[in-house]
């Protein structure tokens, strides 16, 4: 549950495509002040994984649009294909995988998940050191300090 809930219902509420509100309306109808990173246009992005609220209206299936940070207004906008993107993330994870192994594998869900993410650029000689100095120390008196 989130303090931002009563925008949601407020939202779910309305059948208009469009709802201009000035921030002073979303106040009341939450029943306190918006945070300070309101001035930030970002904040007001329809980025899922941007803040709490933005899941909020996310969830009930609108986007933010015309967002005047010097005349603290917006229009709200209805998007179903927001409510049905902000499904996974409306509780801060997109998809909880679950702790234990599969019985079809043996393995856990996350294995594999990084397969084909990193990639290593020809040429590149994995056995140099990052560091060509570390190579000029031995175990002897200097073992443990860097190279000048």
Do not use: C
Request: glycine residues 6%; negative net charge.
């Amino acid at each position: 549950m989130s303090k931002y809930d009563a925008l949601s219902r407020f939202l779910e509420e309305q059948h208009a495509e469009y709802v201009p509100m000035s921030f002073a309306e979303i106040e009341r109808v939450l029943g306190f002040k918006l945070p300070k990173s309101q001035t930030i246009r970002a904040w007001w992005s329809n980025n899922p994984n941007n803040n709490v609220m933005t899941k909020v209206w996310l969830a009930a299936g609108y986007k933010t649009e015309q967002v005047d940070i010097e005349g603290r207004k917006l229009v709200f906008r209805r998007d179903e294909a927001a409510r049905e993107s902000a499904a996974p993330h409306r509780y801060g994870f997109a998809e909880e995988a679950p702790a234990k192994p599969t019985e079809k594998t043996g393995r856990h869900p996350i294995f594999g998940a990084l397969k084909d993410v990193t990639w290593i650029a020809p040429g590149t000689d994995l056995t140099e050191p990052a560091d060509p100095g570390w190579a000029d120390l031995t175990e002897s008196e200097d073992w443990g300090r860097l190279p000048e």
